[in-house]
């Protein structure tokens, strides 16, 4: 099968890596040609460092590589999707399976990635997968076990991308809930961040814990309130990717974090990651987002007014730990 993948960072590059390896025809493209050119002749992305790009994998700087592809993957930076979308429309057969890779939420139109992709591109493609889970690219390049879920409501087409990818290192769940997965995939990251800023300020398990957990529930309340299923979110796309980019070093947001939480500026933490921090763009849009549809987020909230407003980091501890006293179990998840 003839693959194409849409965006040259670390993510893109491993799963066009799990596509290679499954004996598919695939080509990566970025969107700088100098950077595909030095990619073609090292064989190897700098973001996955060490990890060897195959001969076979084709690599390009030039759109026209999307002629008579069958998948198409699209992996830049959520704040790009739209405008890679109106790029690569032009190439597109009726035949191809579009499947976005990106997590986040755009800024003002507040529409979800598959969404953004549709207005993009029109009614071209066959139809638009969502695929998410817990999966550092650096441990995808590496081969390590790896699970994630294709979601898409018409399952025959999150199962054309479940065997796409799978394979004995990269395994593929179907589900019919892209709501839930984009939502899930697009709101970790803020949490992610606040997670970070946690560890900045000196905070450890427990409270990293309490705001993992209470963030699912803010998460789960709004994927809810938005038509996603409550399964989603206690899973792979949910409670396994927020683990994931809480916890790891490998996560740029729970880098960011840190080094906000340490007394750095956004700006200075996100220019010392020296990458796209997916969360800085999604606390605006999810704020957004909660304001518009009247469902409360208090986490959520406070790390919009942290990023965007100035507060200082320290002082929504007391805010957050001094709300009134609730009912785990009462209520739509867990109010």
Same mark, same amino acid.
């Given at each position: 099968? /003839?693959?194409?993948?849409?965006?040259?960072?670390?993510?893109?590059?491993? $799963?066009?890596?799990? +596509?290679?390896?499954?004996?598919?025809? &695939?080509?990566?493209?970025?969107?700088?040609?100098?950077?595909?050119?030095?990619?073609?002749?090292?064989?190897?992305?700098?973001?996955?460092?060490?990890?060897?790009?195959?001969?076979?994998?084709? #690599?390009?700087?030039?759109?026209?590589?999307?002629?008579?592809?069958?998948?198409?993957?699209?992996?830049?930076?959520?704040?790009?999707?739209?405008? *890679?979308?109106?790029?690569?429309?032009?190439?597109?057969?009726?035949?191809?399976?579009?499947?976005?890779?990106? /997590?986040?939420?755009?800024?003002? *139109?507040?529409?979800?990635?598959?969404?953004?992709?549709?207005?993009?591109?029109?009614?071209?493609?066959?139809?638009? &997968?969502? $695929? @998410?889970?817990?999966?550092?690219?650096?441990?995808?390049?590496?081969?390590?076990?790896?699970?994630?879920?294709?979601?898409?409501?018409?399952?025959?087409?999150?199962?054309?991308?479940?065997?796409?990818?799978? @394979?004995?290192?990269?395994?593929?769940?179907?589900?019919?809930? #892209?709501? %839930?997965?984009?939502?899930?995939?697009? $709101?970790?990251? &803020?949490?992610?961040?606040?997670? %970070?800023?946690?560890?900045?300020? !000196?905070?450890?398990?427990?409270?990293?814990?309490?705001?993992?957990?209470?963030?699912?529930?803010?998460?789960?309340?709004?994927?809810?309130? +938005?038509?996603?299923?409550? /399964?989603?979110?206690? !899973?792979?796309?949910?409670?396994?990717?927020?683990?994931?980019?809480? *916890? @790891?070093?490998?996560?740029?947001?729970?880098?960011? !974090?840190?080094?906000?939480?340490? %007394?750095?500026?956004?700006?200075?933490?996100? /220019?010392?990651?020296?990458?796209?921090?997916?969360?800085?763009?999604?606390?605006?849009?999810?704020?957004?987002?909660?304001?518009?549809?009247?469902?409360?987020?208090?986490?959520?909230?406070?790390?919009?007014?942290?990023?965007?407003? !100035?507060?200082?980091?320290?002082?929504? &501890?007391?805010?957050?730990?001094?709300?009134?006293?609730?009912?785990?179990? +009462?209520?739509?998840?867990? $109010?």
């Amino acid at each position: 099968m /003839k693959a194409v993948v849409l965006g040259s960072g670390g993510w893109g590059t491993a $799963l066009a890596l799990v +596509l290679c390896g499954n004996g598919h025809d &695939v080509t990566l493209w970025s969107r700088t040609p100098a950077k595909a050119e030095e990619m073609a002749r090292t064989r190897e992305n700098p973001l996955l460092k060490g990890i060897p790009l195959p001969e076979a994998l084709k #690599i390009t700087g030039d759109l026209s590589c999307l002629e008579g592809a069958e998948l198409v993957v699209s992996a830049p930076p959520s704040f790009a999707v739209r405008e *890679t979308g109106k790029k690569m429309a032009p190439y597109l057969r009726p035949g191809t399976v579009l499947v976005t890779v990106s /997590k986040g939420i755009e800024r003002d *139109t507040n529409l979800r990635l598959s969404q953004v992709l549709r207005e993009a591109t029109g009614d071209v493609c066959r139809g638009i &997968v969502a $695929l @998410s889970g817990p999966s550092h690219a650096e441990e995808v390049g590496l081969r390590l076990p790896t699970a994630c879920v294709a979601a898409c409501p018409e399952l025959e087409e999150a199962r054309f991308v479940q065997e796409a990818f799978m @394979s004995d290192c990269f395994r593929v769940y179907t589900s019919y809930d #892209i709501v %839930g997965v984009e939502l899930a995939a697009a $709101l970790k990251n &803020v949490i992610a961040l606040s997670c %970070g800023i946690c560890a900045g300020l !000196g905070f450890q398990d427990n409270t990293k814990a309490l705001l993992m957990t209470r963030a699912m529930a803010e998460i789960t309340r709004l994927g809810e309130h +938005l038509g996603g299923v409550r /399964k989603t979110f206690g !899973g792979l796309a949910g409670m396994g990717d927020l683990i994931v980019t809480c *916890t @790891s070093m490998h996560s740029r947001n729970n880098r960011a !974090g840190i080094l906000i939480g340490q %007394g750095k500026s956004v700006q200075e933490a996100m /220019k010392e990651v020296g990458a796209v921090v997916e969360g800085y763009y999604a606390a605006e849009s999810v704020h957004q987002l909660a304001a518009r549809e009247g469902v409360e987020m208090p986490i959520c909230r406070c790390a919009y007014e942290v990023l965007y407003e !100035g507060k200082q980091a320290r002082d929504v &501890v007391p805010e957050l730990m001094g709300r009134p006293g609730k009912d785990e179990l +009462l209520g739509t998840a867990w $109010l």
